[in-house]
């Protein structure tokens, strides 16, 4: 089932913050972040497992709470390169891991 | 830095037409994935590969859609008859394990059924 993610969109200018949620009705093993700019292929950002262990990308960090079925995104000081779609992927827990991702959330960071 | 490749990188097509995708993954990755992606959608996965075998497809449409990864390398999605609800990005990734690590997309296929 696929994960929601909160909120659509988003607009901010350099140098704000914002947070992306993704959120699923399923027990979660993983979560995976990817950013999508126009025109081209998602990009990995950031892979957090259950148990605490957390992979990550840039200055970007995120948050996996295994009991909520939740993750969140966390974007500090925007830059304008950080502007893109953001996707999260997730896994069920057990047998073999077969990837869903939301539908996205749209991030525009202006001047 | 190695790279997913995809050809080609645009397909126009009339409807009821064949249409083939080749994916070349990193080499030594053994999970590759197929994805359709609507504009405005995420990525919906039509079909895993574990080296050789599927691990899943069941969110391909079998009547029309055909996929195979022959020899574990290299992969082929194949449409046919193409239908216009088709047309979308047709996106290849692969990764070395499929629950820890990160996929690495290739640029994508944009086909446009007409």
């Known amino acids: 089932q696929q994960p929601v993610q909160s909120p659509q969109a988003v607009i901010l200018r350099e140098g704000e913050d914002a947070v992306i949620n993704c959120s699923s009705s399923?027990?979660?093993?993983?979560v995976h972040w990817y950013r999508q700019k126009h025109g081209e292929a998602p990009v990995f950002l950031m892979i957090?497992?259950?148990?605490?262990e957390q992979k990550g990308h840039e200055k970007i960090s995120a948050s996996f709470n295994e009991k909520k079925q939740q993750s969140s995104l966390y974007l500090t000081a925007s830059q304008l390169s950080y502007s893109g779609t953001y996707f999260c992927?997730?896994?069920?827990?057990?047998?073999?891991?077969?990837?869903?991702f939301g539908r996205g959330t749209s991030l525009i960071v202006h001047p | 830095e190695a790279e997913v490749a995809q050809s080609p990188r645009y397909k126009i097509t009339e409807k009821s037409q064949a249409v083939a995708f080749w994916c070349d993954p990193i080499?030594?990755?053994?999970?590759l994935y197929w994805y359709r992606q609507i504009l405005g959608q995420g990525p919906e996965l039509l079909v895993q590969?574990?080296?050789?075998?599927?691990?899943?497809d069941s969110q391909l449409p079998k009547d029309r859609f055909s996929a195979e990864r022959l020899k574990g390398v290299d992969s082929t999605l194949k449409i046919q008859p193409a239908e216009l609800g088709d047309s979308a990005m047709y996106l290849c990734?692969?990764?070395?394990?499929?629950?820890?690590?990160?996929?690495?997309f290739g640029p994508g296929t944009r086909l446009t059924v007409l």
């Open positions: 080499s030594g990755h053994a999970t």
């Open positions: 990734a692969s990764s070395l394990r499929a629950r820890l690590d990160e996929q690495f």
């Open positions: 399923k027990a979660l093993y993983s």
């Open positions: 590969f574990q080296d050789e075998s599927v691990v899943d």
């Open positions: 957090l497992l259950k148990g605490g």
């Open positions: 992927g997730t896994g069920r827990s057990g047998g073999s891991y077969i990837p869903t």
